[in-house]
């Protein structure tokens, strides 16, 4: 069975392949088209498709639009509200039509609209999560800004790959639009600069928890209640551009502290229902580490797995991955998240050519890229198959020395992006115990781990203000090349840890194929580009002669 998932109406659309039940290829459509999650997030974008990703998924995979079996949508209309309903806006008509007439908009590309089958939208990100989770049985906790009808969904995912709904929490009621509302009251963007919020919270006190309290209860039968906010009671609302104060840090300390308690409770009622000892989680919200690790660290389950892709581009892996095992194919656990664009050696050199930038191919560019960091160099890394999801986990990064304080502050001026805001720590899997205390293996950044005294003094760019570091764990078995690099910077310092952040400045799609990373590099005071093999130094950029390959002894 081929199949393609598609995800489409709110933002970050995505596409995704799976064949005989086999992950094949998956890639958000902003790494194309180079706009910032694909689209506007407004509901007369629904019909804007990831043509660009769904027609590379199908080249990777070796196929035609006629070959693909289902097309699964990661939207059901006939769930949608209807006019009238409490929970329809007045944009809510259009919407649900551009997904009704979603079949005919893929005919034009070449599809069979007969084989479009719609996955509801909670259900594509359960799918993503419980499918794709090491584990063949999990409770399920999707919790986003909104589906059809609801912001929720607890489930008992069984072992037969079938999914149990246990609960939905029904609009208006919506934990990831409480947050966005946030967000948009301290001047930051909603349904996007939400992660802001979250590393700002680290600043504040939670003066206002018990006021928030009251505004946002769990319900006790699953589900929870939102009241309606009046922002300005607890701090003044900021445009974009505008310097936040202490009060507006206490606002999102507070209202990330009650989100935590809320999920937290949510937590240990599916856990009640289901008594499994795993939680598998996906939604905008389950990237929100701090309360992950809260789930982890409190709740009641033994192991918990979050969805690299827990936002919307999710469920264009779910909804495929859904259509795949109701059609009898053994859907098996996802093994990485490097699903995207990957080039061979002569086309990255090819690339450097026709730029005209001096390069070299060292013995070992890891062991060379560990020597410039080690030098305090910052290292744009553009290694092997592009990340699925928000988080540049060793393949679109760029690279410091952790053991510099300074090198915070310097990584955010090269990418343009507020002070406040941590950079994250990749660490050797075997190592990481010794360092951090908290979920261990966290191959994908989406738990919070508290930094091991006598450490946080010895990599201080990557320790945030509360004493946390998100970071990534990295197997010398599925990440061989970068693995290399962290032994080889521990030779020369002693020190375990590389800065790790994504490759890309403000406001720009992580960076995904060479002309992207070499217009990375040229505009960014970054010193040097390990691209494959390659290394290009920023003085090559002024050398005499455009091309200089040195190769290997």
């Given at each position: 069975?081929?199949?393609?998932?598609?995800?489409?109406v709110?933002?970050?659309?995505?596409?995704?392949?799976?064949?005989?039940?086999r992950?094949?290829?998956a890639a958000?459509?902003?790494r194309?088209?180079?706009?910032?999650?694909?689209?506007?997030?407004?509901?007369?974008?629904?019909?804007?498709?990831?043509?660009?990703?769904?027609?590379?998924?199908?080249?990777?995979?070796?196929?035609?639009p006629a070959?693909?079996?289902?097309?699964?949508y990661?939207?059901?209309?006939a769930l949608?509200?209807?006019?009238?309903?409490?929970?329809?806006d007045?944009?809510?008509?259009?919407?649900?039509?551009y997904v009704?007439?979603?079949?005919?908009?893929?005919?034009?590309?070449?599809?069979?609209?007969g084989?479009?089958?719609?996955?509801?939208?909670?259900v594509?990100?359960?799918?993503?999560?419980?499918?794709?989770?090491?584990?063949?049985?999990?409770?399920?906790?999707v919790?986003?800004?909104?589906?059809e009808r609801?912001?929720?969904l607890?489930?008992?995912?069984?072992a037969?790959?079938?999914?149990e709904?246990?609960?939905?929490?029904?609009?208006?009621?919506?934990?990831g639009?409480?947050?966005?509302?946030?967000?948009?009251?301290?001047?930051?963007?909603?349904?996007?600069?939400?992660?802001?919020?979250?590393?700002?919270?680290?600043?504040?006190?939670?003066?206002?928890?018990?006021?928030?309290?009251?505004?946002v209860?769990?319900?006790?039968?699953?589900?929870?209640?939102?009241?309606?906010?009046?922002?300005?009671?607890?701090?003044?609302?900021?445009?974009d551009?505008?310097?936040?104060?202490?009060?507006?840090?206490?606002?999102?300390?507070?209202v990330?502290?009650?989100?935590?308690?809320?999920l937290?409770?949510?937590?240990?009622?599916?856990?009640?229902?289901?008594?499994?000892?795993?939680?598998?989680?996906a939604?905008?919200?389950a990237?929100n580490?701090v309360?992950?690790?809260?789930?982890?660290?409190?709740g009641?389950?033994?192991?918990?797995?979050?969805?690299?892709a827990?936002?919307?581009?999710?469920?264009?892996l779910?909804?495929?991955?859904?259509?795949?095992?109701?059609?009898?194919?053994?859907?098996?656990?996802?093994?990485?998240?490097?699903?995207?664009?990957?080039?061979?050696?002569?086309?990255?050199?090819a690339?450097?050519?026709t730029?005209?930038?001096?390069?070299?191919?060292?013995?070992d560019?890891?062991?060379?890229?560990?020597?410039a960091l080690?030098?305090d160099?910052?290292?744009?890394?553009?290694?092997?198959?592009?990340?699925?999801g928000p988080?540049?986990?060793g393949?679109?990064?760029?690279?410091a020395?952790?053991?510099?304080?300074?090198?915070?502050?310097?990584l955010?001026?090269?990418?343009?992006?507020?002070?406040?805001?941590?950079?994250?720590?990749?660490?050797?899997?075997?190592r990481?115990?010794?360092?951090?205390?908290?979920?261990?293996?966290?191959?994908?950044?989406?738990?919070?781990?508290r930094v091991?005294?006598?450490?946080?003094e010895?990599i201080?760019a990557?320790?945030?203000?509360?004493?946390?570091?998100r970071?990534?764990?990295?197997?010398?078995?599925?990440?061989?090349?970068?693995a290399?690099m962290?032994?080889?910077?521990?030779r020369?310092?002693?020190i375990?840890?590389?800065?790790?952040?994504?490759l890309?400045?403000?406001?720009?799609?992580?960076?995904?194929?060479?002309?992207?990373?070499?217009?990375?590099?040229?505009?960014?005071p970054?010193d040097?580009?390990?691209?494959g093999?390659?290394?290009?130094?920023?003085?090559a950029?002024s050398?005499p002669?455009?091309?200089?390959v040195?190769?290997?002894?």
């Amino acid at each position: 069975m081929r199949v393609l998932g598609l995800n489409a109406v709110f933002h970050d659309p995505a596409a995704a392949l799976v064949v005989d039940g086999r992950i094949v290829a998956a890639a958000e459509e902003e790494r194309f088209s180079r706009r910032k999650h694909g689209k506007a997030c407004v509901p007369f974008s629904t019909w804007e498709l990831p043509e660009l990703a769904a027609r590379w998924c199908l080249k990777q995979g070796g196929l035609s639009p006629a070959d693909v079996d289902v097309i699964a949508y990661s939207y059901d209309p006939a769930l949608a509200p209807a006019p009238g309903d409490v929970t329809a806006d007045e944009w809510e008509g259009l919407r649900t039509l551009y997904v009704e007439r979603a079949p005919r908009f893929l005919e034009s590309l070449g599809f069979d609209p007969g084989k479009v089958r719609f996955v509801a939208h909670h259900v594509a990100h359960a799918a993503s999560a419980h499918l794709a989770a090491p584990w063949r049985s999990s409770a399920v906790l999707v919790v986003d800004g909104r589906g059809e009808r609801a912001s929720h969904l607890a489930g008992h995912a069984r072992a037969d790959g079938s999914l149990e709904l246990l609960a939905a929490q029904r609009l208006p009621h919506s934990l990831g639009f409480l947050y966005e509302e946030l967000t948009e009251h301290v001047g930051f963007k909603r349904s996007s600069d939400e992660y802001k919020v979250m590393a700002m919270s680290s600043y504040g006190a939670p003066r206002h928890l018990d006021a928030f309290r009251e505004l946002v209860r769990p319900d006790g039968e699953g589900g929870f209640r939102v009241e309606p906010i009046d922002w300005e009671r607890f701090a003044p609302r900021l445009d974009d551009g505008d310097a936040w104060t202490p009060a507006h840090a206490d606002l999102a300390t507070s209202v990330q502290r009650r989100l935590e308690e809320v999920l937290l409770e949510l937590a240990r009622w599916v856990h009640l229902q289901t008594g499994e000892p795993c939680l598998t989680m996906a939604g905008g919200v389950a990237l929100n580490c701090v309360a992950n690790s809260v789930i982890w660290r409190e709740g009641p389950f033994d192991e918990v797995w979050v969805q690299p892709a827990s936002g919307d581009s999710g469920t264009a892996l779910g909804a495929a991955l859904r259509a795949a095992r109701d059609a009898g194919d053994p859907v098996g656990p996802m093994a990485g998240a490097d699903l995207g664009r990957a080039f061979g050696d002569d086309e990255l050199a090819a690339w450097l050519d026709t730029a005209r930038v001096g390069y070299e191919r060292p013995v070992d560019v890891a062991d060379a890229v560990a020597e410039a960091l080690a030098d305090d160099g910052i290292v744009a890394w553009f290694q092997g198959a592009s990340e699925y999801g928000p988080r540049a986990l060793g393949h679109r990064s760029l690279l410091a020395d952790p053991r510099r304080a300074a090198n915070l502050e310097r990584l955010n001026d090269v990418k343009g992006r507020e002070q406040f805001r941590p950079v994250a720590p990749m660490v050797l899997e075997e190592r990481a115990h010794e360092l951090f205390d908290g979920p261990l293996p966290s191959p994908y950044m989406l738990f919070t781990h508290r930094v091991r005294d006598g450490w946080a003094e010895r990599i201080p760019a990557v320790t945030h203000v509360d004493g946390t570091a998100r970071i990534q764990t990295v197997s010398a078995r599925t990440e061989p090349l970068v693995a290399r690099m962290l032994a080889a910077f521990e030779r020369r310092t002693g020190i375990p840890v590389v800065v790790n952040t994504s490759l890309n400045t403000a406001g720009r799609p992580m960076v995904d194929d060479p002309r992207d990373a070499l217009e990375c590099f040229g505009s960014s005071p970054v010193d040097a580009l390990a691209i494959g093999p390659y290394l290009v130094r920023r003085p090559a950029l002024s050398a005499p002669r455009p091309r200089q390959v040195t190769l290997a002894a």
